[in-house]
């Protein structure tokens, strides 16, 4: 009997219900907020009030629920000593401005339900618990438990997921329906590392004054984000051998000959250099301009203060176009998930305080940290930098063969007539919460993805389509 659900009608038969509760769940502003915050609402009222929605819907439809302490709740279903999860976040960014339609009036337009968070993730969240209610509608039988679990604080700090799995337990297998069919299997590892160079290291390492240098670096700064490729770079000069006219001009003309986009002023006994470049997510790179590295390669042409020197020298030499690490000596490309990348996202230099680097490094499953954050760390001393490991999340994997992967493949390959590609990615999706867990849909393929933009929205068609194979997929599962 099960062999022949039509899962897409029975998902149709409910869009009415279905879209008013999204609707309804889209009205509430779960905008992150601290003043409000209290015990059992850590992340504010409007979060506390979403996460009670949607609790509120589970429990109607015969769900268990279970609430920990507001960072994030679940409800279940279901009997056996597996557990299915399935990881959503009622959470939600800011609005900004610009939306045609208000942002929390959750309006349909051509088709469009139209809100923040409709794509991201409370659009998404709902059809999963609409697709778990259509599975206990249609009384099929379960050999696992399924678990909805509803994170609060996805969009800044995931402290929600840290904290739930304190205490409860790890499901089995699961999914989370927080971006793109068909289906996400591999994250790159990711690290945020600042090279510190202190005046004490500077100093230690007894260089020889540089003599005759024709200008000192007073400061430079560039990029304010180390997941960014920095878009803007700024070095101060005190000039010394040579005028500041003289640097200025040569800039220009650096400029001109490049065909980078930059400009340079004098005043008070100083020159002031600034470069742009384009800022593009640090996950790639190589297809950004990094503004700091670009303006580090033309100071490369004068000739500095010793510290500065080596600072300019150290990055011109192992991070200037340098995206996948071959000149630090930790380059590894992976067949299955591309290569290790390289994203200096911050530059800050002081003449007379610390010298860093902020640099973001995704690195495949087949190298480990260990591996080539060592060799870094060696090379690091060269410069006098220090390492210090500010953020690292392992990579992220589960084998293509594993029955979770097999089963979702099949089943989005059964509703849409679509092959099902699995997909390694660079970023970092809500699946790597889960030990065994994987990031499916809901954004289908060629359909532009609006999450945290304004006028964010999910198609009506598509909302019911993710619907229909989450409910199947539900089953498949827990069977
Ligand atoms: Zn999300």
Aim: net charge negative.
């Amino acid at each position: 009997m099960t062999k022949n659900i039509d899962w897409l009608a029975q998902t149709q038969k409910r869009q009415e219900e279905l879209l008013e509760t999204a609707q309804a769940f889209l009205r509430i502003k779960s905008v992150l907020d601290p003043e409000t915050a209290r015990e059992g609402a850590p992340f504010g009222e409007g979060i506390r009030e979403a996460l009670d929605f949607a609790l509120q819907v589970c429990r109607q439809a015969g769900m268990t629920i279970k609430d920990v302490d507001g960072y994030a709740a679940h409800a279940e279903f279901g009997a056996g000593d597996e557990l299915i999860g399935i990881l959503c976040h009622v959470d939600v960014v800011p609005e900004g401005d610009g939306w045609s339609t208000p942002p929390y009036a959750a309006q349909i337009v051509d088709g469009k339900l139209v809100a923040r968070g409709a794509i991201d993730d409370k659009g998404p969240a709902m059809a999963a618990i609409f697709a778990a209610k259509l599975v206990l509608e249609l009384g099929l039988p379960l050999s696992k438990r399924v678990r909805l679990i509803f994170g609060t604080d996805e969009e800044s700090s995931w402290k929600c997921v840290q904290r739930y799995f304190q205490t409860e337990e790890m499901p089995t297998m699961g999914f989370t329906p927080d971006a793109d069919f068909p289906l996400i299997y591999a994250e790159k590892g990711l690290t945020d590392l600042k090279w510190r160079q202190t005046i004490e290291a500077f100093r230690a390492l007894n260089l020889p004054a540089a003599s005759q240098a024709e200008a000192a670096l007073v400061s430079f700064t560039a990029g304010r984000r180390m997941n960014m490729v920095p878009d803007k770079a700024e070095a101060v000069l005190k000039p010394l051998q040579m005028t500041g006219t003289q640097i200025a001009d040569r800039y220009r003309q650096y400029l001109s000959e490049t065909g980078r986009t930059g400009h340079a002023e004098e005043g008070n006994g100083q020159v002031v250099l600034m470069m742009e470049g384009v800022s593009v997510h640090g996950m790639d790179p190589g297809k950004g301009v990094n503004a700091g590295t670009e303006l580090i390669h033309f100071l490369r042409t004068l000739s500095l203060d010793e510290r500065a020197s080596l600072y300019t020298s150290f990055v011109d030499r192992y991070l200037h176009h340098e995206h996948h690490g071959a000149a630090l000596g930790i380059a590894h490309l992976d067949a299955e998930m591309g290569a290790l990348t390289v994203n200096p996202g911050v530059f800050e230099y002081q003449a007379d305080g610390d010298a860093l680097i902020q640099v973001n490094i995704r690195y495949p499953h087949s190298v480990s940290f260990e591996e080539w954050s060592g060799v870094l760390t060696g090379l690091l001393q060269e410069g006098a930098f220090a390492l210090e490991v500010v953020e690292h999340l392992p990579p992220h994997r589960v084998d293509p063969n594993h029955p979770l992967v097999t089963t979702l493949q099949r089943v989005y390959t059964e509703q849409t007539g679509e092959e099902a590609g699995i997909i390694a990615i660079g970023g970092a999706t809500y699946g790597r919460s889960l030990d065994v867990g994987v990031a499916f849909g809901p954004l289908f393929p060629g359909r532009p993805d609006s999450a945290h933009q304004r006028d964010e929205y999910i198609l009506v068609e598509d909302l019911i389509k993710a619907t229909a194979i989450y409910a199947q997929a539900i089953y498949e599962l827990a069977k």
